[in-house]
Every structure is written in structure tokens, then in C-alpha cells.
């Protein structure tokens, strides 16, 4: 884990300002209200909840995929425009996306070295284009890998470059997503529940690579799931969703330790606990309806 650069004055790399999202229907059911916060370089923030939450949503409208309905999403400073059919400017390529079933966002039509490949051809444009605007390129100083050189960071041998998705398994899909989107040498790299689909021996092993690849890089990770026990390994700080709300943030072993929030306890009563006398957790009483005021810590 390291250390959050909000103490040492950087300024945030993502800022979320009170996002709202409504979904149409009668009447509409709002899926985000009014979530903030911040994310700073090199950082590592897991944002966690159960299923209806909101995350999924959050993680759209942070990569632009989905316009808030009130709220705005700042990206070194600047408004981030919603993304369009158009063609988006190299310099939104440093946000990056890996989402949850491997198996539908990777083309089953296409080999997974010139998958790889267009992460690297969207670092170079977006080189081109700093460079263009007086900036400091981006990746400069460091070393550019070739797709089979990322291939072999993620475990897989350099030939696995000329075959098609289908024929890996999907904690192999998984990396191979993780690391085209790494290849991009983005600021910001968006885990969407990328290890629910995954089995629970390989879920650990995705979720750490993910994270050293991005932290050697120098990516900020927002890393999204509901399993706060798998979180808990990689996140410098973790921010609790309910219902469309944030109810509790602050440094994951603050989190862990001393849940102060009665839905962050849930979340923490519901993890098995391995100490062999087989006890399942407690299950939560139907229609449990927790407060949706936010503490910190």
C-alpha cells in the first residue's frame, strides 16, 4: 500500500462532486445521491457495497460513459465530458476501464495481441498529443513494452499473443484485459467488480496483480467490490456505498478495525471467518434498513 499523496500536498487526480443518477422510470429510481470524493496519485481507494449499491454506476459516470443526472467529474482539474460516438481526445485515454465478465469485454474475433496492442497505440497518441500541448509525454522515461512483454508480465508466455480470447480461462481473460487497459499508461485505472466472475482461488491472484502493475506504473486504482476481505489486501483507504449514499470512508485498517457505521459491520459480520469450526455468519434480518448518514474517520 502507499501512502496517500493527499498528505503531501499533490493534488487529486480525480475529484467526484456530488454525483447524483437517476434512472427513468415511474417515478425514477435514483442509483447514486449525491456521492463525493477524491483520488490521489499513486493512491489505491476501494469502493465497496453490496449489489444494487450504486458502484457500478459510479464507475460509469467516472470513465464517462454515463452523464450524472446533477454532479460533476473532474480529471486533473478539468471537467470530463461524457463519452459520445465521436472519436475521444487522446488525453481521456489516461482513464481506463477493466470490467467485470472477462469474457464480454474482451473481441472473441480478435487475437489477444492486437488487443493488448491498442493500449499501446493509445499511449503513443496520447504522447503525441502532450507533447503537442507543451506537457510532459506520458510514460516518459519509461520503458514502452511490446504486447507479448506485457503478456509475460501478466504470467502468460509471449506466444499466448497470437491466440483468441475463448481459448484462456477467465482468470487468464481477466489479465489480459488488466493488462491492455495497463498498457494504455493511464492516470487512473477503474476495476469494476473485475474478480466477482472469477473463482475464489484465482480472485486474490488477479486482484494483487492488478494492483502492482498499477502502482509500478504509477497508476491511481479505484478498485470496486462488494468481498471488503479482498479490499481490505490492496486499498490504502476504503469507501462504503448504501443505497446510492456514501455512509462511511477512512484508511482501510481504521475501516477493518473499527467499523463505526452499522451497514460497514454487516459488511464485515458477513465474511466467514476461517477459524475451522465451520459457523457460517449470521444472516441479516429481511428488510433491514440501515441509516444513510456518512461517517468518516
Known sequence: MTEPAKATGAEPILEVRDIVVDYPGHPPVRAVDGVSFELYPGEVVGLVGESGCGKSTMARVITGLLKPTKGEVLYRGEPL???????RSPKYTGIQMVFQDPSSSLNPRRRVGSQVEDGLQAARARAA?????????VGAGVKELTASQWLQRIGLSAQAAGR???SFSGGQR???ATARALAARPSLLVGDEPISALDASTQARVAGLMCQLALEQGTSLLFISHDLSIVRLIADRIIVMYAGRVVERGRTD??????????????LGAIPAPDGSGRMPVATPTGTVYPRDEISH
Open 164 to 166: 483468441y480470447p475463448q
Open 81 to 87: 465530458p461524457p463519452l459520445t460516438a465521436r472519436r
Open 254 to 267: 481504521q475501516v477493518w478495525n473499527d467499523p463505526r457505521h452499522p451497514y460497514t459491520k454487516a459488511l
Open 129 to 137: 498529443y502532450e507533447t503537442e500541448e507543451g506537457g510532459v509525454a
Open 174 to 176: 481477466q489479465r489480459i
